[in-house]
């Protein structure tokens, strides 16, 4: 972008933008200041109410706290084992399946489409999920996590319309010089879409990592649990534990635990984004290829 | 019709790629054998078997659950159900007015979602794209996704305290002269609310597929738009628009879906019996009910009633968009 | 496309039906009422008895769902389990369930077929849902192989209580946590340091609430002097329960559940949302919001919120119980205000005059399920047994609470618990570097409930006995008689419940805020009769008239 607008209309842009963009950063990045400023305070300073973008009696000792907890630490490699098989899976089987869904002479290409969207509103309920985990002897292991959500159609369909978006010269020359379809597949499409790999290896990632119901309902022993299972029941713990309101000798967890445990589970996602994000800098695809 | 015929299409700019051949020119050829098809694209099959398993066995296999909604189901008895009672938890629920007006609700905050959750994030994905220096844009877009992350039970907190009658929002009406107001307890406020925390939640989040989407838009159609005196926001409407609308098209049907599914953690934790009235929607209404009587037929029913809305929504969106402007799911 | 769909679906039907008959399989024809154990004595005590410590004859094992506490998570190397294992010769397998989603989880394991075969922290009344199709055992079959549990209902007279849990064949299903005597823990928390600066005694009515909440109000102008919590996601939950509630006699919040109340005067059920009592209460906290001593934000803000509040003085009145005011209200406002200081005010008389239980309390405490597949176990009588020792014995109690003589606590002549030095609970030894249910896992919300109230109070401070002193010394109320529905009756109730309760919800709220006025009470009455008021207390009331004509 070598050209400089610069009109008057041009400069009036760039104030608003950064004025509206600014006021979009402010807003969004105030409660979670909060919530680190939670994490280095001190207790009571919480519950008087004190603590808003600065820690007030700054103190490390909940983390320490929370890190001295061996169950935290499993539950947290747990988490990281289950993302990256999962993420890994599921890269596989949405990308095999979107490439297949954007060859628009296929015959029964519609058909294999039917059956992905049908899945996005007609599900089985808890109890047969429950049932068909079980067994398939899921229960307790891995498989239980990762294999169930292989595919969202929402990804698949994304992935698909990027697919259909590549130039198909490429492709078809490829053909000619007796490549097979999992080699251009492999080496013509996939180094092509790095900025759509990118995005879902992100959402599944997330996703993952976020997830806690389907180990919630597989997994018996606290050892198997990723670490959300272990954050919600400290957050969620204190409101619904308190709302059956017979319980008057259970104690509820501190506020500021609560913000330590959040803090280290979002960490690891804001550490990947920046790796993930050099591909979407703009214009590196087609200008590469055509160049 | 594919991402680059749209851009050839425009008329700033005369593209290089007319040579391509042209796809709907592959229709006549559909009318091939099975045969035929097999033949030619067995490759393209194989890739397809593992995920068609996936789709049979984790999908459509417990789906046959969904009897329950015409047989009676005891909880710790079969898991298909005890005895045929034909369409009595359809008609159950037919009849039933609160569940009409919770059915309103959902579609009213559904819309309303939809209307604005959905443009915000290319808005806000077009004017980060707009942002010169890269370490700014990198840093814009690494914050806006941050809410995404919150657990909901922390973003209702905050939308609590924000709007408490001690919080910000009332000390700046109170400044400006206003008595305060208890918007957790108005019934009119509550769509604003939820939908506005909806949109601060999903907007940085749903940047990330547009400013991917942007990166698939030839550098060269920038410039041959520029030669050619465009200014920027004919380049924008001209260029970075029809780059990315396959995208945004295939979301929006999606989103037209999946509308009637809005948040159901979110409500619970916000709504309270006094905005019942515009709060209360099909899902936290079926949990109130489930949780007194575990009835699981009767939310089956439901469930099922929701899902063929869905995919007539779906159905027909597709539809009007492929009619339209040429883009479809399928 | 929907034909290959169709036929997808009939070989796909196939399998699933396979699959369901594998894990429901072993469906046996009737139950025989307890009689014949001969197939499941294996492990059991012939001679088990009242005082008899029971030990398994050969080590057996007993899996059991596991409410798993944010507080305590669980370990595997706690005393608890290796101690419980050398006394009983019992080694129990939990299935973890985080308490966060406890009851989802035993709603889907029971529903699936899947239960472990003891499912405790279940709430009487939360165990209907699974009466029908047979999941779980009627445990009033089995109450001979319980000599404790027998023992403890008859010497506290709790049979009344136990009808209450009857379902409509009489029997019940849930083995509920006994309490000698009734608990009233929850009351309003106020700031006494106020109270003696503006003269006033420690208030015994509601009356008196309100010229205390009148004079604060004098004093503090800028103040709501009272600003409640337990708001979420049930308004007044405590407030209009055990606290307006039971003085009243007309239970909301976390009390209003069915929406029934039994009424002594007419010797019916009755529509709680429509009581002339339950209007009383709503109209009592009208004046309060009206003359601004009650924060109209009590119902819908967040406890912390409500915390904030007390703690920097902007109120100064807000429910509690002992836990909260130790853990949650005093540490934060001392630091914020060292002079300030907290009580629990005896719970304040109302209409209903000084008592301590009405219809709506039992002694009962939540209990355990068991599930039917148990009871083809050959362990099934030694498992019995166990439980009757582990949750109903003295010293099953006192272990389950206190732990190992010795190492958790000691006892004095006159049998007084001790903590031992090193150990910590409930803020009794502060400072310590062990924590009984961290670290030893005993007082686990799981094992360690119910009991004599001399258990019970053995960890309550000084000043807690002295508000239980004054709290026992009322009177109570028998329990309301039990009114089982059968299946069909349940379904239908259930469809009436929801609509009514929310709209009485909804109602209570706007009538205390002041968005409607008491004028149009008769309108809303109206309204509730348009959702099958009448119906469903005509339902419950023929229920009760059967049941007594059945069972006596």
């Known amino acids: 972008m070598v050209t400089v607008d610069n ?92 490439y297949v869904l954007s060859k ?28 068909l985990i079980s067994s398939l002897g899921f229960k307790d292991s891995i498989w239980a996590i990762v294999l169930p959500n292989a595919i969202s159609v929402f990804n698949l369909l994304v992935m698909k319309a990027f697919f259909e978006g590549l130039p ?47 180990a919630f309902l597989y997994m018996s022993q606290s050892d198997l649990f990723p670490v959300t299972v272990y954050l919600r029941n400290l957050i969620a713990g204190a409101t619904t534990g308190t709302s059956v309101g017979a319980d008057a000798t259970d104690m509820t967890v501190a506020t500021n635990i609560k913000a330590v445990t959040m803090v280290l589970t979002v960490i690891p996602i804001l550490v990947v984004y920046p790796f993930v994000q050099r591909y979407f800098v703009k214009g590196v695809m087609l200008g590469a290829v055509k160049g | 019709m594919s991402t680059t015929r749209t851009i050839d299409a425009s008329p700033d700019t005369g593209g290089p790629q007319r040579a391509r051949p042209d796809p709907a020119r592959a229709k006549p050829r559909t009318g091939r ?68 007006k919770v059915f309103a609700n959902t579609v009213i905050i559904g819309a309303l979602t939809l209307l604005f959750c959905f443009p915000a994030p290319i808005v806000l994905a077009l004017l980060i794209n707009e942002l010169r220096g890269r370490r700014v844009k990198r840093f814009v877009q690494s914050v806006s996704y941050l809410p995404h992350f919150l657990s909901m039970v922390v973003v209702a907190g905050l939308v609590m305290e924000m709007l408490s009658v001690d919080g910000p929002v009332n ?8 008595d305060p107001i208890a918007f957790l307890q108005e019934p009119g406020w509550f769509r604003t609310i939820y939908v506005s925390s909806e949109m601060w939640q999903t907007v940085g989040w749903g940047t990330i597929i547009y400013l991917a989407a942007l990166t698939t838009i030839d550098e060269q159609l920038y410039e041959a738009a520029r030669i050619d005196g465009a200014s920027r926001w004919r380049q924008i409407w001209h260029v970075t628009l029809p780059g990315i609308r396959p995208t945004a098209i295939t979301l929006l049907i999606l989103n037209i879906g999946t509308f009637m599914a809005v948040g159901f953690e979110k409500i619970l934790l916000l709504y309270n019996p006094l905005t019942y009235p515009t709060a209360d929607v099909i899902s936290t209404y079926l949990y109130r009910m489930g949780i007194v009587s575990n009835s699981f037929s009767y939310a089956a029913a439901i469930g099922l009633f929701e899902a063929l809305i869905g995919l007539a929504l779906v159905m027909s969106a597709n539809l009007i968009s492929r009619r339209t402007v040429g883009t479809s799911l399928w | 496309m929907y034909e290959i769909n169709r036929r997808q679906a009939m070989v796909a039907m196939g399998a699933f039906l396979a699959l369901a008959a594998c894990s429901t399989g072993g469906e046996s024809g009737e139950k025989k009422t307890g009689d014949d154990f001969s197939a499941n004595r294996d492990g059991a005590m012939s001679d088990y008895a009242i005082g008899k410590q029971f030990k398994a004859t050969t080590p057996v094992s007993f899996t059991i769902l596991y409410n798993n506490h944010p507080f305590y998570p669980i370990k595997n190397d706690w005393l608890f389990w290796s101690e419980l294992t050398k006394r009983t010769n019992v080694t129990l397998e939990p299935s973890v369930v985080p308490l966060s989603d406890y009851e989802n989880k035993r709603s889907l394991l029971i529903g699936a077929g899947d239960a472990p075969m003891i499912i405790p922290k279940t709430y009487p009344g939360q165990e209907t849902p699974f009466v029908a199709s047979g999941a779980i055992l009627p445990v009033s079959d089995y109450l001979d192989l319980m000599p404790n549990f027998k023992d403890k209902v008859a010497k506290w007279n709790l049979q009344p209580d136990l009808d209450t849990l009857r379902q409509a064949d ?83 919040g976390w009390g209003y559940l069915n929406g029934i109340t039994w009424d002594y005067n007419a010797q019916k059920f009755a529509y709680t949302g429509a009581m002339e009592q339950y209007k009383q209460m709503l109209q009592f906290l009208h004046t309060l919001v009206e003359e601004k001593l009650l924060d109209p934000e009590s119902f819908t803000q967040q406890d912390d919120q409500a915390i904030q509040k007390l703690v920097s003085g902007k109120s100064f009145v807000i429910s509690g119980n002992a836990q909260t005011l130790v853990n949650e209200y005093r540490p934060p406002l001392e630091k914020a205000n060292p002079k300030a200081r907290l009580a629990k005010i005896p719970l304040p008389i109302g209409p209903l005059g000084a008592v301590k239980s009405d219809g709506t309390s039992t002694r009962l405490e939540n209990g355990i399920m068991i599930s039917k597949k148990a009871r083809d176990s050959k362990n099934f009588v030694a498992m019995m047994q166990f439980i009757d020792w582990l949750w109903y014995s003295d010293e099953g109690q006192v272990f389950a609470k206190w732990g190992v003589e010795g190492t958790t606590y000691t006892r004095d002549a006159s049998g007084k618990f001790q903590l031992a030095e090193d150990v910590d609970f409930v803020g009794l030894n502060p400072g310590a570097p062990k924590h009984l249910q961290k670290d030893f896992g005993f007082s686990n ?57 929310d709209h009485a919800m909804s109602n209570t709220l ?43």
């Open chain 1, 7 to 98: 009109t008057r209309g041009q400069r009036v842009f760039r104030v608003v933008n950064t004025i509206i963009l600014t006021l979009v950063v402010i807003v969004t990045v105030y409660p979670f200041v909060n919530i680190v400023a939670r994490s280095l305070s001190d207790e009571f300073a919480i519950r008087a109410g004190k603590v808003n973008l600065l820690p007030v009696g700054f103190t490390f000792r909940t983390y320490e706290f929370v890190a001295s907890d061996p169950t935290f630490w499993i539950n947290y490699r747990n988490t990281v084992v289950y993302t990256v098989v999962a993420t890994a899976i599921a890269m596989f089987m949405t990308t095999c399946y979107a």
């Open chain 1, 104 to 131: 628009k002479h296929l015959k029964g290409r519609k058909f294999l489409i039917g059956i992905a969207v049908f899945t996005m509103f007609f599900s089985g309920g808890l109890i047969p999920n429950y049932i």
């Open chain 1, 168 to 214: 198909s010269e490429l492709e078809e020359a490829a053909a000619i010089d007796g490549m097979n379809t999992y080699g251009i597949l492999l080496r013509i499409v996939l180094p092509l879409s790095k900025a759509v790999l990118a995005t879902m290896v992100l959402f599944y990632a997330v996703s993952f990592w976020n997830s806690w119901f389907a």
């Open chain 2, 33 to 100: 054998t099975w045969r035929q098809a097999l033949r030619r694209d067995w490759q393209l099959y194989s890739l397809a078997i593992l995920p068609l398993l996936f789709f049979l066995i984790f999908r459509y296999l417990p789906m046959i659950g969904n009897v329950i909604a015409f047989r009676k189901f005891e909880p710790g008895g079969s898991p298909l159900g005890e005895e045929w009672v034909g369409l009595r938890y359809v008609r159950m629920f037919l009849n039933d007015p609160s569940f009409w």
């Open chain 2, 171 to 178: 000390q700046l009406l109170r400044a400006a002269g206003n």
């Open chain 3, 170 to 252: 009489g029997r019940f299903y849930v083995l509920p946590g006994l309490h000698e005597d009734y608990w009233v823990d929850y009351t309003l928390v106020v700031r006494i340091d106020i109270l003696e600066k503006l003269g006033l005694e420690i208030p015994q009515t509601l009356d008196d609430v309100h010229n205390m909440l009148r004079a604060m109000k004098k004093e503090y102008p800028d103040s709501y002097p009272f600003s409640d919590r337990w708001s979420n996601p049930t308004p007044g939950g405590a407030l209009l329960n055990q606290i307006l509630g039971l003085a009243y006699g007309a239970h909301g």
């Open chain 3, 445 to 501: 919300g799981v094992f360690a409930y119910g009991g004599s109230t001399e258990l019970l109070q053995s960890t309550f401070s000084d000043e807690e006995i002295e508000f239980q002193k004054v709290m026992n010394a009322r009177k109570a109320l028998p329990p309301a008689p039990p009114h089982p529905l059968t299946d069909e009756e349940r379904e239908q109730a259930s469809l009436w419940e929801t609509p009514l309760k």
């Open chain 3, 510 to 552: 706007s009538f205390i805020l002041g968005k409607r006025s008491f004028d149009e009470w008769d309108a809303y009455v109206q309204e509730l009769e348009a959702k099958n008021m009448s119906a469903y207390i005509n339902l419950v009331n023929n229920a009760y008239e059967r049941y007594k004509k059945e069972h006596g």
